[in-house]
Nanobody
C-alpha cells in the first residue's frame, strides 16, 4: 500500500489549502483514515479522522474538514482559516484491522 500526500504549500493567515491523500487502490479496505501533523520540536498529533463518522480535535474543529473524494482512492483535508500554529508537516494515515500505513509528509506553512 502506498499513500501519496500532496497539496501543501505557503499560505497567509486566514487562507485555505486542500491536502490530498491518494492510495494505491481502493480506500474501502481501510477501517480508518486520518491526517496527522508534526511541527518542529513537537510530537506528531492527530488533526482529523474519518471512518463511519469524523473526528477533529478542538484545535482544528470548525476549520478543517476531512472527506472522501468521488474517486475511490482519495481522501482530502480541507483547511480553512489557517493560523500560523497550523504550520507543520502533514501526514496521511490509513488503518486496517491489523496494519497501519503512512504516507510521506507534505509541508504546510502559514505565514505573512
Amino acid at each position: 500500500v502506498q499513500l501519496q500526500a500532496s497539496g501543501g504549500g505557503l499560505v497567509q493567515p486566514g487562507g485555505s489549502l486542500r491536502l490530498s491523500c491518494a492510495a494505491s487502490g481502493s480506500i474501502s479496505r481501510f477501517n480508518v483514515m486520518g491526517w496527522y501533523r508534526q511541527a518542529p520540536g513537537k510530537q506528531r498529533e492527530l488533526v482529523a479522522l474519518i471512518s463511519r463518522s469524523t473526528y477533529y480535535p478542538d484545535s482544528v474543529k470548525d476549520r478543517f474538514t476531512i472527506f472522501r473524494g468521488n474517486a475511490k482512492n482519495t481522501v482530502y483535508l480541507q483547511m480553512n482559516n489557517l493560523k500560523p500554529e497550523d504550520t507543520a508537516v502533514y501526514y496521511c494515515n490509513a488503518q486496517t484491522e491489523s496494519v497501519g500505513y503512512w504516507g510521506q509528509g507534505t509541508q504546510v506553512t502559514v505565514s505573512s
